[in-house]
């Protein structure tokens, strides 16, 4: 396959509901949409999904635009591959960028799934027709208001319910929540907010009977995850640590978590989140598939890679109503009793609506 033209877009969609984590607040997304084009006609669409700013990872948009433009277009335009994981190879020269990477190694296998007539899910090496949603909330300005959203949402059908935390936000409202709706499946994630020596904290959240913490500490900081792991009864989760496969490797021989989240955008495409899921599966270390409030076609990957095997934990892939009002597909990804349908026709399974996402379009670029 030979790629000869590269579209970006960056395109805003506003949230429907305001998302506040340790590190910052959104109301409006803007993420950068990649169509590639293959000289036999063939179309992939992919997402980079990053933050507006370097506040979960080092990554922003401008960052993406700037490395997709200079360097990743230039590369997959002059690069022939049969399998994505070989245009993945190439882009892996490039260092780091894994959100901007993420999003032309996701066109690649939406391509190659649909030119091979096989769905994306299936392509990946996953068999599950439906697959397990959860949400994930944000700090509100009140408990209240958390215990609120908390009820919408386990209204519609969830499965797990997140709990943004937070120093000085954590232990009240998490207990609020575990009283109110005791039989809720429910874990908390910090987003990297404590300092590796606070351990109190973690301790009485310890006794909340929560599936699991997610980064509690900073992402470089393994060694006290591990520490932390070996005090706790509750399971650690990795997300913001784990980048590359590498830092899986080391994650697990430090004994670091006990669950991953494997985002397709953190780890830099779909080929890397498979890799992580097969070494996970392999060391018996259950994954889920996290979210970085994707648009339709992050989504759609999102969902496909969930179908795996490994992803035995429900997933951060909510329908696409819990934050737009309208997603740049024809038809949105939807949640139904606390399941999403995996799609069974060839590629990613979702069609993007080119008139919409032309309207929210704020900047263009086409190479060559
Ligand atoms: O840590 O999972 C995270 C959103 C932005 C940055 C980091 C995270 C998140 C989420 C959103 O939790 C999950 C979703 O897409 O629903
Ligand atoms: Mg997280």
Same mark, same amino acid.
């Given at each position: 396959i030979r790629i000869d033209r590269?579209?970006?877009?960056? +395109?805003?969609?506003?949230? @429907?509901h305001q998302f506040r984590t340790s590190s910052h607040a959104k109301r409006e997304l803007e993420h950068i949409i990649v169509t590639l084009?293959?000289?036999? %006609?063939? +179309?992939?669409? %992919?997402? #980079?999904?990053? !933050?507006? %700013?370097?506040?979960?990872?080092?990554e922003t948009v401008d960052s993406c635009w700037a490395v997709a433009r200079s360097f990743l277009a230039p590369l997959t335009l002059a690069t022939g591959w049969e399998h994505p994981s070989e245009l993945a190879a190439a882009m892996a020269r490039v260092r780091g960028n894994h959100f901007a990477r993420a999003g032309f190694d996701m066109a690649a296998w939406a391509l190659w799934s649909e030119a091979s007539g096989v769905p994306l899910a299936k392509a990946l090496g996953g068999d599950r027709a439906r697959v397990q949603a959860g949400v994930s909330l944000g700090i509100e300005p009140t408990v209240d208001d958390l215990l609120e959203q908390v009820a919408l949402r386990v209204g519609e059908g969830y499965r797990r319910v997140k709990l943004k935390i937070a120093p000085g936000w954590d232990v009240t409202p998490v207990r609020a929540v575990r009283t109110a709706f005791p039989d809720v499946p429910v874990h908390v994630d910090a987003n990297g907010a404590y300092p590796v020596d606070e351990v109190a904290v973690f301790r009485q959240l310890d006794h909340l009977g929560l599936l699991m913490i997610e980064q509690p500490y900073a992402p470089r900081a393994l060694v006290d995850h591990a520490a932390l792991q070996a005090a706790l009864a509750t399971p650690l989760c990795l997300d913001e640590s784990v980048e590359e496969v590498d830092d899986l490797v080391t994650a697990l021989r430090l004994r670091a978590g006990r669950i991953v989240n494997i985002k397709v955008s953190r780890m830099g495409g779909l080929t890397p989140a498979v890799r992580a899921h097969d070494l996970a599966l392999a060391h018996g270390i259950p994954v889920w598939c996290g979210g970085m409030h994707e648009f339709g076609i992050g989504r759609a990957a999102n969902v496909a890679l969930s179908a795996l095997p490994g992803f035995t934990l !429900?997933?951060? @892939?909510? %329908?696409?109503?819990?934050?737009?009002?309208?997603? #740049?597909?024809?038809?949105?990804? +939807?949640?139904t009793g606390g399941w999403v349908d995996v799609p069974s026709g060839p590629g990613l399974g979702f069609t993007p609506d080119v008139p919409f996402l032309t309207a929210g379009t704020v900047a263009y670029h086409q190479a060559p």
């Open positions: 590269v579209e970006l877009r960056r +395109v805003r969609l506003p949230l @429907v084009t293959s000289s036999d %006609g063939a +179309v992939g669409w %992919g997402e #980079i999904a990053s !933050p507006s %700013g370097p506040y979960y990872s080092a !429900p997933s951060d @892939v909510s %329908g696409s109503a819990k934050y737009y009002a309208r997603d #740049i597909t024809t038809a949105p990804v +939807v949640c």
